[in-house]
């Protein structure tokens, strides 16, 4: 590969990392043709870039984007993604269900660096879409529980006005 290519090629990639939330480093050996084309299959329909790049370049790529880097040993994907957690949870689940491959090396979150345990600690984190329902569930509940106290005071005070009426009229 010439010297311009490789630089268009670490400029695009560098440009991807600085776009993306979180980027983590697989090894993909062990894995045929037909597995790695269904996992980048499924990385795509999630919005997920898988990237095998030599590492010397992915090396360059990181530290080029500002983000600081480690090194990488053996055949190495990128995933670069915006939503980490799925992304995690695509890989772990992939990887489950093919002997363990890839093997996720480590990566990083939001420029710190990621060992291959805090990657699959955010793999059994909740989706996004559930933490925000949750989160919505739980800004609900005082205002609910609120509503219900202001009922029953209401209701308390029309009782109350009630019984006072039929006292007067019964005097």
């Not at 894995?31 to 269904?38: E, S, W």
């Not at 990128?78 to 992304?87: E, H, I, M, N, S």
């Amino acid at each position: 590969m010439k010297k311009a290519d490789k630089d268009k090629l670490i400029g695009e990639l560098s440009e991807k990392m600085r776009s993306s939330t979180a980027m983590y480093y697989t090894d993909f050996t062990g894995l045929n043709v037909k597995r790695m084309t269904d996992l980048r299959r499924r990385l795509r329909k999630e919005g997920v870039e898988y990237v095998v790049i030599k590492n010397t370049l992915a090396l360059r790529a990181v530290n080029e984007s500002g983000l600081v880097g480690e090194r990488l040993k053996g055949p190495t994907g990128l995933v670069l993604t915006r939503d980490p957690v799925a992304a995690a949870k695509l890989l772990t689940d992939f990887a489950k269900e093919n002997d363990q491959r890839p093997a996720v090396k480590g990566g990083l979150f939001e420029g710190r660096p990621l060992d291959a345990a805090q990657v699959k600690q955010m793999a059994s984190m909740p989706s996004r879409e559930q933490m925000l329902a949750d989160l919505g569930a739980n800004l609900q509940y005082p205002m609910a529980g609120f509503l219900g106290a202001m009922n029953g005071l209401m209701g308390m005070f029309a009782g109350a006005l009630d019984a006072l009426r039929t006292q007067r009229e019964g005097a």
